[in-house]
Nanobody
Framework: QVQLVESGGGLVQAGDSLRLSCEAS????????AAWFRQPPGKGREFVAA????????YYSDSVSGRFTFSWDRAKNTLYLQMNSLKPEDTAVYYC??????????????????WGLGTQVTVSS
C-alpha cells in the first residue's frame, strides 16, 4: 500500500516560487504514473501535471505549462513540483497521486488510486 505525503506549501506573493515535494512510503512509484492535482477554493479537483514511470516525459495543464516543472528522484522515491511565477489563481490545495491511467484518462483524478492528504498553496496579489 503506497502512502503519499506532500510538503512545501505555504503563503507567497504573486511572482514568487515554491517547490512542493511528495514522498512515497510503504511502496514505490515504480510502474505507476505519478501526478499532481489541485483543488481551488469552492471548485473541483483539477489536473496539474503527470509523469509516466516508463518514459518520464511530463504532461502539463495549459494553465501551468511554462511555469511549473514536474520531476522525480527515483532513488529517493520523491516527486517534486517546482512552481515559478505564481499567480493568485494558483491558490489551491495541491495533491500528489499515483495510479495506472490509460492515455485518455491521464488527466482524470478518478484514474488514480493513491493520494496524499494535500498541501495548501496560497498566492496573494
Amino acid at each position: 500500500q503506497v502512502q503519499l505525503v506532500e510538503s512545501g506549501g505555504g503563503l507567497v506573493q504573486a511572482g514568487d516560487s515554491l517547490r512542493l515535494s511528495c514522498e512515497a512510503s510503504g511502496g514505490t512509484f515504480r510502474g505507476y504514473t505519478a501526478a499532481w492535482f489541485r483543488q481551488p477554493p469552492g471548485k473541483g479537483r483539477e489536473f496539474v501535471a503527470a509523469i509516466r514511470w516508463i518514459n518520464s516525459n511530463p504532461y502539463y495543464s495549459d494553465s501551468v505549462s511554462g511555469r511549473f516543472t514536474f520531476s522525480w528522484d527515483r532513488a529517493k522515491n520523491t516527486l517534486y513540483l517546482q512552481m515559478n511565477s505564481l499567480k493568485p489563481e494558483d491558490t489551491a490545495v495541491y495533491y500528489c497521486a499515483a495510479g495506472s491511467p490509460i492515455t485518455s484518462t491521464l488527466r482524470s483524478h478518478s484514474a488514480y488510486g493513491y493520494w496524499g492528504l494535500g498541501t495548501q498553496v496560497t498566492v496573494s496579489s
